[in-house]
């Protein structure tokens, strides 16, 4: 089985590039800090989890954009967001005839180009991404506006520590609002984490079931 080189330490240090697997998938997004259930069933991505469960246990996960619309052949190299979710899988079970069902957790976005790969499936040299921090001000002007829109889509009880930093808030937003692709492209992809909360908040107002 063909690998690529081992690191000198695992993990890498913080804004370290790494190759890693792809597994891209359309409307699916992996935010940092979310467990992400995934069922595995195509011969490419069996291979895939194999070969990540042996080593590192990380991939990208890659989510499959169609800029100039129709049918994208999803059996060829169809193009993702340049800005992914690097995951480790949490959790795995393995049924008799050699599926999977894994659970990924988000570690962080990363920008992603694609690299060489000798398996059935795509490789990824991802990058660590620099977001821009909101200021003080931004941080007390959108702590409780994000904190009030989270318990409005939370059923029951929600309790959040009270220092969890914008963008947590933000993501954790984001997940519980099941955008469609098109909206959740710009929010995952922003990197400016007060932009993107305005987006999101914006999102929330726009996407309210209808009562």
């Known amino acids: ?33 979310q467990v992400l259930p995934l069922h595995v069933f195509e011969p490419r991505y069996r291979q895939l989890v194999e070969d990540v469960l042996d080593r590192s246990g990380r991939l990208v996960l890659g989510t499959i954009t169609n800029p100039g619309g129709g049918p994208v052949d999803t059996e060829a190299t169809p193009p993702v967001l340049q800005v992914a979710g690097l995951g480790e899988i949490a959790r795995h079970e393995k049924t008799p005839d050699g599926r999977y069902f894994i659970w990924l957790f988000g570690l962080g976005r990363h920008t992603v180009e694609e690299a060489d790969s000798d398996r059935l499936y795509r490789r990824v040299r ?86």
């Not at 000198?8 to 935010?31: E, I, K, N, T």
């Open 126 to 211: 991802a990058q660590p991404v620099t977001e821009l921090e909101p200021t003080a001000a931004e941080t007390r002007e959108l702590t409780p506006r994000l904190r009030k829109a989270l318990e409005e889509r939370h059923e029951g009880a929600l309790e959040l520590p009270p220092d969890l930093p914008v963008s947590l808030l933000t993501d954790g937003l984001s997940a519980k609002l099941h955008l469609p692709q098109a909206a959740m492209e710009p929010i995952f992809s922003e990197l400016d984490v007060a932009r993107r909360a305005r987006l999101v908040l914006e999102a929330h107002d726009t996407f309210r079931s209808p009562s």
């Open 1 to 33: 089985m063909s690998r690529e080189p081992i690191p000198d330490a695992w993990p890498p240090a913080a804004g370290d590039p790494v190759v890693v697997p792809l597994f891209p998938l359309r409307g699916v997004f992996l935010l940092p800090r």
